[in-house]
């Protein structure tokens, strides 16, 4: 797993999240199903994005982290919109 956490209300929420682990139950297999992202809002999953095919996990890996990278501005700020965060002064 490799996600984006926020701390909010005394807690870290997860924010955005790319995970593969065949073996748990409801578990998401990359090499079969591909790679997807989850959205995050109010501690719930909000949605799911297809985002490859299948794919090798440690190409799968590698492919969300760099995209967490990249983007982790935008996910944090859209994050923030919908919680109502307007200044991170006090985190």
Same mark, same amino acid.
């Given at each position: 797993?490799?996600?984006? &956490?926020?701390?909010?209300?005394?807690?870290?929420?997860?924010?955005?999240?790319? +995970?593969? +682990? &065949? +073996?748990? !139950?409801?578990? $998401?297999?990359?090499? &079969? /199903?591909?790679? $997807? =992202?989850?959205?995050?809002?109010? =501690? *719930?999953?909000?949605?799911? /994005?297809?985002?490859?095919? %299948?794919? %090798? @996990?440690?190409?799968?890996? #590698?492919?969300? /982290?760099? +995209?967490?990278? !990249?983007? @982790? *501005? #935008?996910?944090? =700020? =859209?994050? !923030?919109?919908?919680?109502?965060?307007?200044?991170?002064?006090?985190?």
């Amino acid at each position: 797993m490799v996600q984006i &956490e926020y701390w909010l209300d005394g807690g870290w929420q997860a924010v955005v999240r790319y +995970d593969h +682990d &065949e +073996d748990a !139950e409801g578990g $998401h297999d990359v090499t &079969e /199903e591909g790679l $997807h =992202r989850d959205i995050y809002r109010d =501690r *719930e999953k909000i949605r799911t /994005e297809g985002v490859t095919g %299948p794919l %090798p @996990a440690n190409k799968a890996f #590698e492919y969300a /982290e760099e +995209d967490l990278k !990249e983007h @982790a *501005e #935008e996910y944090v =700020r =859209r994050f !923030e919109k919908w919680h109502g965060v307007k200044d991170r002064t006090d985190l």
